[in-house]
């Protein structure tokens, strides 16, 4: 299993960006992807999720209306699309893959992080 995470940059407070996930070696359709965050001197911690077919998402409450999570499973790869950035969202995300319906824990599967700066 490998996951690529991509699309960190710096951006403004109100800007947005989008991440992807690229996935290989394994089938993708078999597992739910999330996305966390670690942000410096903090712990990790979830962001949002989305099933195998796309039709079940979960969503922290700091980044619900703001934050959308989707897939594209013929190009094996899901994205989370991040609009009315704050300051507050600075971090490394990163992607994950588990079996079953996604949530915020069980993910055993990680990739590399992309880096988010939002200025303020």
């Known amino acids: 299993v490998q996951l690529q995470a991509s699309g960190g940059g710096l951006v403004q407070t109100g800007g947005f960006l989008r991440l992807s996930c690229s996935a290989s070696?394994?089938?993708?359709?078999?597992?739910?992807i999330g996305w966390f965050r670690q942000a410096p001197g903090k712990e990790r911690e979830f962001v949002a999720s989305?099933?195998?077919?796309?039709?079940?998402?979960y969503y922290a409450d700091s980044v619900k209306g703001r934050f959308t999570i989707s897939r594209d499973n013929a190009k094996n790869t899901a994205y989370l699309q991040m609009n009315s950035l704050k300051p507050e969202d600075t971090a490394v995300y990163y992607c994950?893959?588990?079996?079953?319906?996604?949530?915020?824990?069980?993910?055993?599967?990680w990739g590399q992080g992309t880096l988010v700066t939002v200025s303020s």
């Open positions: 994950a893959a588990k079996r079953g319906i996604g949530g915020s824990s069980g993910y055993d599967n």
């Open positions: 070696g394994f089938t993708f359709t078999d597992y739910s």
């Open positions: 989305i099933s195998w077919s796309g039709g079940t998402t």
